[in-house]
């Protein structure tokens, strides 16, 4: 009677068992995006990093536009044309100035096309192009490293 009484128990444990188990009701992951609104990853930063897909192609923009015309210069022209250029370009860049003394470059951006072109820094002062009052002598002597 006891052993039947332990069997009885058993089943009726392993019932139980089955009926106290709680299926997980809750998603692993909380993804209720769908379609084009679906993240990428899953992770929250990964998402807040996002880079939008023309944004690499607008920081080379200059720079593509710059080989496109010395390779059409160079089917027009020959090779001659865009070594000159490219020569022009590279003695304007090595032009010095006094350090106290701020370079906008005027030549560079003749070469280059950008004197034509009215752009945000040339509205809005930007950081690197605002002029600053320095003592030209404490300049020259750090520059020197006097």
């Not at 020959?78 to 106290?100: D, N």
């Not at 072109?117 to 750090?142: C, G, Y």
């Amino acid at each position: 009677l006891v052993l039947c009484g332990r069997d009885i128990l058993q089943i009726n444990f392993n019932k139980m068992d089955a009926a106290i188990k709680v299926t997980p009701k809750m998603p692993s992951t909380f993804n209720e995006f769908s379609g084009h609104l679906e993240p990428r990853d899953e992770t929250c930063v990964a998402q807040l990093q996002a880079v939008h897909p023309l944004k690499q192609s607008e920081l080379n923009y200059n720079q593509h536009r710059h080989n496109l015309n010395m390779q059409m210069l160079r089917k027009h022209e020959g090779l001659a044309a865009p070594l000159k250029i490219a020569m022009e370009l590279k003695a304007v860049s090595k032009v010095g100035h006094l350090p106290f003394l701020p370079s906008t470059n005027v030549a560079r951006d003749v070469l280059t096309g950008h004197d034509e072109t009215v752009e945000f820094s040339d509205i809005f002062n930007l950081e690197e192009h605002q002029e600053l009052l320095r003592q030209p002598h404490a300049v020259m002597e750090k520059a020197l490293r006097m």
